[in-house]
């Protein structure tokens, strides 16, 4: 009996305890989100995961230059591929799951290539800790020059939250273009969603 009560209160006081230690993303934000600006906290989050990540970049592969002296780089020769991340949005369907957030990376090129990839990576802010991943979206890979997207998802919460999207994309390039392959990583801006 002496040890259910000692169980009984342990597990009230934690509850109590945690229940009063998480707050919601909305009441962590407090007044800053009821006037409609980013937390100085949140932006200081999004800050360190980014670290010098753009929102969206363009790489470019040129002809090799030869041991006769640099390739001419004529700018029908030159193949220009890019990489963006999306906003994180609420979910709509089509190919989205309703219901959810969806984070979305693109990589696609003006030129055929033999290789680009692109993956997705979507983080959600916790108040005190940063942002944390919480979803990671498959590879969308092939060759060419079409356009590919890779798209994460995690369940919608009854309350607004910050979110941001992390693109991981990668191309190779023809046989005689420099550089041979560039990965690069892209982040967009924080945005809060709600559903």
């Avoid at 006769?68 to 989205?96: D, F, K, L, M, W």
Wanted: charged share 10%; aromatic share 8%.
């Amino acid at each position: 009996m002496f040890r259910r009560r000692v169980l009984g209160i342990g597990f009230a006081a934690l509850v109590a305890v945690s229940g009063a230690a998480v707050a919601s993303p909305a009441s962590a934000a407090g007044s800053e989100l009821a006037a409609g600006t980013t937390p100085q906290a949140v932006l200081d989050a999004a800050e360190a995961l980014a670290g010098d990540r753009a929102a969206a970049v363009t790489p470019t592969f040129s002809p090799k230059p030869t041991t006769r002296g640099p390739a001419p780089a004529a700018a029908e020769n030159v193949i220009t591929c890019n990489a963006r991340a999306q906003y994180p949005h609420a979910s709509t369907g089509g190919n989205g799951i309703p219901g959810s957030i969806d984070g979305k990376a693109d990589s696609w090129c003006d030129a055929p290539i033999p290789y680009i990839g692109s993956q997705v990576e979507l983080y959600q802010y916790v108040p005190g800790s940063g942002f944390f991943l919480v979803s990671v979206g498959s590879l969308n890979s092939g060759p060419g020059n079409k356009k590919y997207t890779g798209v994460a998802f995690t369940i919608c919460q009854g309350v607004p939250n910050y979110y941001v999207t992390k693109g991981i994309h990668t191309f190779t390039a023809p046989g005689g273009y420099y550089p041979p392959s560039v990965t690069l990583n892209t982040q967009s801006p924080i945005v809060q969603v709600a559903c």
